[in-house]
């Protein structure tokens, strides 16, 4: 099992950025991959970049440029920097763990809140 708490999370103008951090209870080398995703009022839940354990990350054509995941592996976390954000990044925006034991294990952080407005 693993934990997760995101933090970070806030308002911020359109062309700010904002960090986002992710949290986990366990070492993040013991998870097979983080991801952070995001959701949208009425909108599902998207998938905005991944790490595994290996430090191979990975992002989707949509936000590749702005978006930019890092990890301290002293804290066992994982980061989301967010550059020039636009009103459409305003979501919730969630942590996720993938772990295989046998099977695989997701777990999901409670989310936090960016919004993005003048």
């Known amino acids: 099992q693993v934990q997760l708490v995101e933090s970070g999370g806030g308002l911020v103008q359109p062309g700010g950025s904002l960090r986002l951090s992710c949290a986990a209870s366990?070492?993040?080398?013991?998870?097979?991959?983080i991801s952070w995703y995001r959701q949208a009022p009425g909108k599902e839940r998207d998938l905005v970049g991944s790490?595994?354990?290996?430090?191979?990350?990975s992002y989707p054509e949509s936000v590749k440029g702005r978006f930019t995941i890092s990890r301290d592996n002293a804290k066992n976390t994982v980061d989301l920097q967010i550059n020039t954000l636009i009103p459409e990044d305003t979501a919730v925006y969630y942590c996720?763990?993938?772990?295989?034991?046998?099977?695989?294990?997701?777990?999901w952080g409670q989310g936090t809140q960016v919004t993005v407005s003048s």
């Open positions: 996720q763990a993938r772990i295989y034991d046998d099977l695989w294990y997701t777990y």
């Open positions: 366990r070492s993040i080398f013991s998870i097979n991959s």
């Open positions: 790490i595994t354990s290996g430090g191979i990350i």
